[in-house]
């Protein structure tokens, strides 16, 4: 009986081979799938917001994340300051800025430019 047992467990110290890497595929493939469908595109929004954020200029009407609609008054290295009423201004931070606003009131996404950026 105990010929089976010692004949069934692999030898003491080695590796199991092609086995163990195989048993690392499914991991690998759920992380490339990861990877193209969450990371990447994050990371290129991302890098967009913050290209939108180094763009921007006196004049223009922006939405912050809290929900203020405004026109930037002046722009600093990190503080922005947003006219939201008649002779009413705030000052937020840059990273503040959730996008900016069209003609109607509403909310322009960032533009993407699919060809450029290889998606």
Do not use: C
């Not at 929900?67 to 006219?83: F, M, P, Q, R, S």
Request: net charge positive; aromatic share 6%.
């Amino acid at each position: 009986m105990t010929g089976i047992a010692y004949a069934a467990a692999p030898a003491a110290g080695g590796s199991m081979g092609a086995g163990g890497f195989a048993s690392f595929i499914p991991l690998i493939l759920i992380f490339v799938v990861f990877y193209f469908l969450l990371i990447r595109p994050q990371q290129k929004q991302a890098k967009l917001h913050q290209a939108f954020l180094n763009d921007l200029k006196k004049g223009q009407k922006v939405v912050t994340k809290g929900g203020l609609h405004g026109v930037i008054l002046a722009v600093a290295d990190t503080v922005i300051t947003l006219e939201i009423a008649k002779d009413i201004s705030v000052k937020v931070s840059r990273d503040a800025i959730g996008g900016s606003l069209n003609k109607d009131g509403g909310t322009a996404p960032v533009k993407k430019d699919l060809k450029s950026s290889g998606g």
